[in-house]
């Protein structure tokens, strides 16, 4: 899988906004180039709301343990909750570690936000492309049950 295949995949889904900054735009440079995805049918970002999934580029400060910055490299992150985390990884969130997050293909903690239930994959291929698109496809769902808890 590439990244366009699975952009397309994520744009694909009911009510999402993608917001993909670029230079010049108002957020901040380090994210420019990367992609982040909400529930948000009415195209604004939800408010006190992280993205229910990521793409990100490149290094990060205090996030390079994925070694991200040679061309061709990314990380698809998702929110996946405590039980999904556990199921995956074989660890409680908040005691995640991986003996090598910048291994491609594999399903990883998040190396910064494994304790909130997020997993990582770099470039997904063969073994992790149909997990990575389940696993978006259900912090999608998760994300639309939280937007309409919210509105009741």
Do not use: C
Not at 21 to 35: F, M, R
Not at 72 to 81: D, E, L, M, Q, T
Not at 116 to 127: K, R, S, Y
């Amino acid at each position: 899988m590439d990244i366009e295949q699975l952009l397309a995949t994520i744009r694909g889904l009911p009510g999402v906004l993608h917001l993909n900054p670029t230079a010049g735009s108002d957020h901040p440079e380090v994210s420019w180039g990367d992609h982040f995805f909400y529930y948000a049918p009415d195209g604004r970002v939800p408010e006190r709301t992280q993205p229910y999934a990521t793409i990100v580029t490149k290094d990060y400060p205090g996030d390079t343990l994925s070694e991200l910055d040679p061309p061709g490299r990314w990380r698809v992150n998702i929110a996946v909750g405590r039980a999904r985390f556990i199921e995956l990884t074989g660890t409680e969130p908040r005691d995640a570690g991986a003996s090598s997050y910048r291994t491609a293909d594999v399903i990883l903690p998040h190396p910064v936000y494994a304790s909130a239930g997020w997993i990582a994959v770099v470039n997904p291929g063969d073994a992790t492309s149909d997990t990575v698109v389940q696993l978006v496809r259900a912090a999608h769902a998760d994300a639309e049950r939280r937007a309409a808890r919210r509105r009741r």
